[in-house]
C-alpha cells in the first residue's frame, strides 16, 4: 500500500478516475503480502501487487462497471487449480475485494502514507456495499470504538495488517500501516553489518550507533519503531543506553553477550537505579534459542525474535514455537 501513494497522489491531481482495490477477507493463496493492494484504472491500467496479478483483468472491469454516486463495490474473486500454477501462486484461494474511488478516499491518507509515518485507515461500507466512508487513524492513547482499539493493536505490532469487523452498525475494514521498525545496532563487526542487512530484507531500518549519545539520539528521534540490539560489552556504551532505551519503553530491547556479560550487565543497571521490572524486558542472553553460530545464523535468531516480539503485541498474539503444534490460521 505504501509504495502507492505516490501514484495515487499523482492520479488523482490528473483527475483520472482510479479504484483503490484490497481485500477484505481471505482464504487460501499461500503467504502473502499482509499490505498487498492494487491501484485500477478503468482503462486497463493495474499498479501494485495482489496475488501476482491474477484478478486485474476482473478488478478493471468491476472498476468499469461501478454506477456514478457509487463509493464502493464489493467483488468476490477466487482461482483454482492450472491458473493458481500458471500465476506462480503457492495455492489456489478466493477473496472479498473492496474497491473505492480514489476521489471518494481522504487525501491525508496518500499525504502521510508517503511521509512514512504510523497511520491506519478505518472503512465503513453500507449493508448494499455500494457506499463507504473512510477516515484515517493515527496513534491513539484512548480509542473510544472497536474501530479504534483494533487499529491501535495492530499499529502497535509494527506488521502491517488488515481486520474486518462486523457489528450492529454494518461492516468495517480496518488498515494498518504502521511506520516500519527500526533497528538500533549499538557496536559494530561483522554480527553487525549482517544484522543491517536481514533487517533490510524485512524492509525494516537500520541505523549502527558508535556510543552512548548517538544512541540515545537515533532511539529518541524513532521511538515509535525503535528496537534496540545492543551488541557491545563495553560498559560505558551499553549499560547507559539500556538504561534510556527500557526508560523509553520501545518494545524491544536486546543484548547479546554471554551469561557472566549479561549478569554484570545486570547489576551494573541495578546500581543505576533500573528496576527488577525494568530488567526483565531485556532479552539477554539475545535471541530465539536457533542453535545459531555463524554470524548470519545469529543474526536470523536475534531478527526472529524481534519479529515475534512485534507481533505478540495485538490482541490475536502469537508465540513462537513450531506451526506444527499450534492451531488456527498459519498466516498471522
Known amino acids: 500500500m505504501r509504495e502507492l501513494a505516490e501514484t495515487a497522489r499523482q492520479w488523482i491531481s490528473e483527475g483520472r478516475p482510479g479504484f483503490l482495490a484490497r481485500p477484505i477477507t481471505e482464504q487460501g493463496f499461500g503467504p502473502r503480502d499482509a499490505g498487498g493492494a492494487v491501484l485500477v484504472d478503468p482503462r486497463g491500467e493495474c499498479v501494485g501487487a ?43 484461494g478466493q477473496a472479498e475485494i473492496l474497491l473505492q474511488p480514489l476521489a471518494a ?47 491501535a493493536e495492530l499499529l502497535g505490532t509494527h506488521r502491517a495488517g488488515r481486520d474486518a469487523l462486523y457489528g450492529e452498525s454494518g461492516l468495517v475494514l480496518v488498515e494498518a500501516y504502521p511506520s516500519a521498525p527500526c533497528l538500533v545496532i549499538g557496536g559494530g563487526g561483522e554480527l553487525a553489518r549482517v544484522i543491517e542487512r536481514q533487517a533490510r530484507l524485512l524492509d525494516w531500518d537500520a ?19 525503535a528496537c534496540l ?77 524481534i519479529l515475534g516480539v512485534l507481533g505478540s503485541r495485538g490482541s490475536a498474539a502469537r508465540g513462537t514455537g513450531a506451526l506444527r503444534d499450534t492451531e488456527g490460521p498459519i498466516n498471522g
Not at 487525501?107 to 472503512?123: C, E, F, I, K, Y
Request: include cysteine; proline fraction near 4%; aromatic fraction near 4%.
Open 50 to 92: 495482489l496475488y501476482r496479478g491474477v484478478f486485474d483483468a476482473e478488478l478493471v472491469a468491476e472498476a468499469g462497471s461501478v454506477a456514478a454516486g457509487d463509493s464502493a463495490r464489493v467483488c468476490e474473486v477466487s482461482v483454482r487449480g492450472a491458473e493458481a500454477v500458471e500465476a506462480r501462486l503457492t495455492c489456489g
Open 105 to 151: 478516499m481522504p487525501s491525508a491518507w496518500w499525504d502521510l502514507l508517503a511521509q512514512g509515518a504510523g497511520v491506519a485507515l478505518v472503512t465503513r461500507l453500507n449493508d448494499a456495499a455500494d457506499q463507504a466512508v473512510s477516515e484515517v487513524v493515527r496513534a491513539l492513547d484512548a480509542p473510544a470504538t472497536d474501530a479504534e482499539r483494533r487499529a
Open 207 to 225: 541505523v549502527l550507533v558508535a556510543d552512548s549519545t548517538e544512541a540515545a539520539k537515533v532511539l529518541d528521534a524513532r521511538r515509535e519503531g
Open 229 to 305: 540490539v545492543m551488541l557491545s560489552h563495553e560498559p560505558d556504551f551499553d549499560v547507559p543506553t539500556l538504561r534510556g532505551a527500557l526508560a523509553s519503553g520501545i518494545p524491544y530491547v536486546g543484548a547479546l553477550g554471554s551469561r557472566k556479560t549479561q549478569a554484570r550487565r545486570r547489576e551494573s543497571l541495578l546500581a543505576d537505579g533500573v528496576s527488577e521490572a525494568q530488567l526483565a524486558r531485556v532479552h539477554g542472553p539475545i535471541g530465539l534459542d536457533l542453535g545459531a553460530r555463524t554470524p548470519a545464523e545469529t543474526a536470523l535468531a536475534i531478527c526472529a525474535e
